[in-house]
């Protein structure tokens, strides 16, 4: 997959960091030729999101260590996509560890996990509105109210999950920090993930696939309410 970003990177000029048409590009070739790689391979409107719900949350995984890493930008972006979408749990519990550890200590403090957690809740938040813009046709008459209206809905949802972080990171800590030092050592994360799977979910295809679906049956219900 790093090599078929670069390739493609190339091809459209990009920079350190694959766009948006190279990616495009990439999962066309991985769907061809990677186990896991064909559910981005579809050429529907709401395949397209969930190639732009990858794209953003990869890009927000891999910024979670940007501003303390020296390089390697492209790689981490190929390595966090392959998590998603191709990876099994565990090579996704490591991999995640790896990238959100962003002292490099080897451990996860509550700090890094709400990073983290942030970071991809806002990604996802990122493509609510190319949803929306996708589904104009089921607004009504009055577009641009109905527009406005739905993205009301989806900022005050993105808020309240949002403000959930502290504490989800505090419950897994309260149950799985073992030696009660306040993070979590690899083992201890290794042992989160068994308990709380919800947490590598929503870091994959699946569980982007399941906010989108959710997202769609919020808006639904609040046009219906309006």
């Known amino acids: 997959p790093i090599g078929t970003l670069q390739d493609e990177d190339a091809k459209c000029d990009g920079g350190v960091i694959v766009g948006m048409d190279a990616f495009e590009s990439a999962c066309a070739q991985l769907a061809d030729s990677v186990d896991g790689f064909e559910i981005l391979g579809g050429n529907s409107p709401r395949d397209r999101l969930l190639r732009a719900a990858v794209y ?32 099994d749990a565990e090579q996704r519990a ?3 560890f790896d990238l959100i550890d ?26 609510m509105p190319k949803l929306i813009e996708h589904n104009r046709e089921e607004l009504g008459e009055d577009v641009d109210a109905a527009i406005e209206r739905s993205l009301e809905v989806v900022r005050k949802v993105m808020e309240e999950v949002r403000k959930e972080v502290p504490l989800a990171v505090a419950q897994i800590l309260e149950e799985v920090d073992v030696d009660n030092s306040g993070d979590l050592s690899l083992r201890e994360w290794m042992n989160a993930w068994h308990n709380h799977p919800e947490v ?27």
């Open 56 to 87: 953003e949350s990869a890009s927000s995984l891999r910024n979670v260590r940007k501003a303390h890493s020296s390089g390697k930008q492209l790689e981490r972006f190929s390595r966090a996509v392959y998590a998603m979408v191709a990876a």
């Open 94 to 96: 490591l991999f995640i």
């Open 102 to 127: 962003v002292n490099r200590d080897r451990r996860l403090s509550a700090g890094e996990l709400e990073q983290a957690l942030e970071a991809h809740i806002d990604a996802v938040g990122s493509v």
């Open 200 to 226: 590598l979910d929503l870091m994959s295809i699946r569980g982007l696939g399941n906010m989108i679906q959710w997202a769609e049956i919020t808006l639904a219900k609040g046009n219906e309410d309006k």
